[in-house]
């Protein structure tokens, strides 16, 4: 009997038997369903789509043209302004500080943009960079977030547990943060947010490790807690100083519990719709597997293995055997540990290896989401066993925004 791999794999290899690879496909059936399902998890709460994790445009407005989902979480200024523009969303968080004089410029030059486009700042020193490339008087009121660093800090400060984003901890420093921006010419606060990547961006229940699972979710409890006190004290702080219009906390591994916080208006996801390879490893939810990459056969080295040309598209973070793709179709194959995924040439390995030949698919899922976008000028979207439309990627629109 035909496993569920089996019948997707049939389907996208008929889906795109016209096509050479390598190339990207994302599986539409797939993509509404994790929509759908993050939506459900927010509970209520208005999800904005992290641009970085999907990269593709008529991907992000067939996302934002479903109940429940509201404006963009953009990584760059140029990014956030050209899909302003473009009419993606009237409504673009910048997630990261800027230090674009060039897209600084235009924002300020631009009324219709500096009310569709909110800047990230954790530090004064942002706020006189604007002023440098626009003084106040000369521009429009630029919209400003203030972001809060959730990681965790136990042993009165002694242990991080998160990712080193913003120098704004407690609830006293985000409240005079907030006081510098409410005293600062042509600028208006209107949101804060913060990412526990540390609950978020880790799962727990990681392969074949299950006492380094089990540290994690005794972890994840802890920061959890001590998070919900300190944000909510935090918004209380700023609030004091201006009429925030949102709170914006969580990822998509993290959006039922962030959403459960009573300081948060709305949670923060992206890379679920596509369900790469890293959300495999979580237990309170897993994405259904939505976006892939084929590669062709072209070698037969020997018994149980074959060569296919390409594959080593790998993740960012820590070099790890977690940032390699994995094989997924057909079901069986896995990557040799002596050689990984080359740029050139990837051996994989498995009993299903040998009945493979030559011109045949590999199917491969990437560790995370929209990265895959950044190897691929287009991407074909497939509904049942057929491409029906075919749509460019942020590179094959000519942008590289980082």
Known sequence: MATDRDKLR???DRA?????????????????ANAAALVGRAAGKPVRIASKSVRVRELLTRALARPGWRGVMAFTLP?????????????VLVAYPTADRRALAELAADPALADAVTLMVDDPGQLDLVDQVCPPG??????VCLELDASWRPLGGRVHVGVRRSPVHSAGAAGTLAAAVAGRPSFRLVGLMSYEAQIAGLGDAPPGQAVLGTAIRVTQRGSYRELLARRAAAVAAVREHADLEFVNGGGTGSVAATSADPAVTEVTAGSGLYGPTLFDAYRAWRPTPAAFFACTVVRRPGPGLATVLGGGWIASGPAADSRLPRPWLPAGLK???????????????????????????VWFRHAKAGELCEHVNEVHLVDGDSVVATVPTYRGEGHAFL
Request: charged share 25%; aromatic share 4%; hydrophobic share 45%.
């Open 79 to 91: 990014e956030a302004i050209w899909l302003a523009r473009s009419g993606v969303s009237d409504d």
């Open 10 to 12: 049939d389907r996208l």
């Open 16 to 32: 795109t038997a016209h096509l050479d690879p390598p190339y990207a496909v994302v599986d539409l059936s797939a993509f509404d």
């Open 138 to 143: 000369r521009r429009p009121a630029l919209r």
């Open 335 to 361: 990557l040799l540990g002596a050689e990984g995924a080359g740029e050139v040439q990837t051996p994989v390995a498995g009993d299903v290896a040998t009945a493979l030949r030559i011109g045949d698919r």
